[in-house]
C-alpha cells in the first residue's frame, strides 16, 4: 500500500516557478514509477511527466518539455516536479501517481495509486 500527498501548489503569475512535491508512505516507493498528471476544469485528466523507479530516466509531454522538470529522491519517499515559466494553460489540479509495472504510461487506468491533488492557478 503506498499513500501519496501532494503540496506546493498556489497562485502564480504567468512567467513565474511553482514546485510540487509528492510526499509516499510506505518502504515500497522506491519500486514506483511515479508520474504527474493534471486535470482542468471540464478537461480530462493528461498526462504531464513521469521518472523511473530509480529516476534514470524521464519523459514529458510535449507542452512542458523544457518547463518542467521531474525529480525524484527514494531517501525522502518524495518525487518533485519544478514547473517554470508558466502559462495560464497551466492552470490546473496536478496529481502523482504510482505505477509498479508502467513507466510514462498516459492512461490513468495503469497507476496504482493516485494523490489527492495540489491546485495550481497561473494568473496573468
Known amino acids: 500500500q503506498v499513500q501519496l500527498v501532494e503540496s506546493g501548489g498556489g497562485l502564480v503569475q504567468a512567467g513565474g516557478s511553482l514546485r510540487l512535491s509528492c510526499a509516499a508512505s510506505?518502504?515500497?516507493?522506491?519500486?514506483?514509477?511515479m508520474s504527474w498528471f493534471r486535470q482542468a476544469p471540464a478537461k480530462e485528466r493528461e498526462f504531464v511527466a513521469a521518472i523511473t523507479w530509480s529516476g534514470v530516466s524521464t519523459f514529458y509531454t510535449d507542452s512542458v518539455k523544457g518547463r518542467f522538470t521531474i525529480s525524484r529522491d527514494n531517501a525522502k519517499n518524495t518525487v518533485y516536479l519544478q514547473m517554470n515559466s508558466l502559462t495560464l494553460e497551466d492552470t490546473a489540479g496536478y496529481y502523482c501517481?504510482?505505477?509498479?509495472?508502467?513507466?510514462?504510461?498516459?492512461?490513468?487506468?495503469?497507476?496504482?495509486?493516485w494523490g489527492q491533488g495540489t491546485q495550481v492557478t497561473v494568473s496573468s
Open positions: 510506505g518502504r515500497t516507493f522506491s519500486t514506483y514509477h
Open positions: 501517481a504510482a505505477s509498479q509495472h508502467h513507466y510514462a504510461s498516459r492512461s490513468p487506468d495503469e497507476y496504482d495509486y
